[in-house]
C-alpha cells in the first residue's frame, strides 16, 4: 500500500509500494529506474512544460567557507563523490560549484570547481588559490601535478596515452604533440596559414611542402620571406619576394 501525504486535499508527497517517493506527481519512478532496487525521488511540477525544482538551501546566511547545499554519492559507508555550493566571499549573492571524488585509499578530493563567474578550473589534486582564483580572467584552467599538466585529445575508440594529440607542460617543455600519423594545421581568420605534415615537412603557402621548410608564395599581392638582423627591413641579411 502506497503512503500519501495530502494539503487542502491536494496529495503532496507520495510513498508507493516500492519505496519510491513522488512530489507532485502519484507515479514516482517516471523513467522506470529501479531495476537493481533503486529508489527514486521524482520531484513534478504542476504546470505543463514546467518541472519540478530540488532546491538545497543552508539554515540563515552561509558565510565564506560555508555549505549551501551537497550531494553525495555513498558506496555502503563510504562517501565516495560530491557535488556542493559554498559561498566565494563573504558577500550574500555569489556562489561556486565545487565536484569532488575519491581516490582507491584516499579522501575526497575537489577535482574541479566553477567559480562564481562561470570559470571552469580542473585539476587532479586539491585545488590551490592560484588554480581557483586567477587574476587573469582565464574561462578554463587546467593544473596537474608538480612535474606536469598534460590534456590528451583522442577521436572515439583511440587508446588514451597512445593516440590522439597531447596539449600540456612539464617542467622542462611545453608540449603540443600529435600521436598519430596525421598532419598538424596552423589557421588564422578561417583560413589554413601553415602545415606540418606527418612525416615533418613543414609548408608555409602550400599544404604540400616537399622539403623539409616550403615557404611558397603564389600571388603578386603576397609578401616575401625576410631574414632580418635587426629592427628594419633596410637592414635584411636577405630577402626574397
Do not use: C
Not at 487542502?8 to 517517493?21: A, E, K, P
Not at 517516471?30 to 525521488?41: A, D, E, F, P, Q
Amino acid at each position: 500500500m502506497s503512503l500519501t501525504a495530502t494539503s487542502g486535499g491536494t496529495d503532496g508527497i507520495i510513498i508507493d509500494t516500492s519505496g519510491n517517493v513522488g512530489i507532485g506527481t502519484a507515479s514516482p519512478n517516471l523513467s522506470s529506474n529501479g531495476t537493481y532496487g533503486n529508489k527514486v525521488l521524482t520531484v513534478s511540477g504542476s504546470v505543463a512544460g514546467y518541472a519540478g525544482i530540488l532546491e538545497l538551501a543552508s539554515v540563515g546566511y552561509a558565510g565564506t567557507g560555508g555549505n549551501m547545499g551537497q550531494i553525495q554519492f555513498v558506496n555502503g559507508t563510504s562517501r565516495n563523490a560530491s557535488i556542493s555550493s559554498h559561498p566565494e566571499t563573504s558577500v550574500l549573492d555569489n556562489a561556486f560549484l565545487n565536484f569532488s571524488t575519491k581516490a582507491t585509499g584516499g579522501t575526497l578530493t575537489e577535482r574541479m570547481r566553477i567559480d562564481s563567474t562561470g570559470r571552469t578550473i580542473i585539476q587532479s589534486g586539491t585545488l590551490t588559490a592560484p588554480a581557483y582564483t586567477p587574476a587573469q580572467g582565464y574561462p578554463l584552467h587546467v593544473q596537474g601535478i608538480a612535474s606536469q599538466s598534460l590534456i590528451s585529445i583522442g577521436r572515439a575508440g583511440q587508446t588514451t596515452g597512445s593516440q590522439g594529440m597531447i596539449v600540456g607542460i612539464d617542467t622542462t617543455s611545453s608540449y603540443l604533440w600529435n600521436r598519430d600519423n596525421v598532419n598538424i594545421s596552423f589557421g588564422t581568420a578561417d583560413a589554413l596559414k601553415m602545415v606540418i605534415l606527418a612525416g615533418g615537412n613543414v609548408g608555409i603557402g602550400t599544404t604540400s611542402p616537399s622539403e623539409m621548410l616550403q615557404v611558397q608564395k603564389d600571388q603578386a599581392a603576397e609578401s616575401g620571406v625576410n631574414f632580418i638582423n635587426n629592427s628594419t627591413a633596410a637592414g635584411a641579411a636577405m630577402r626574397l619576394e
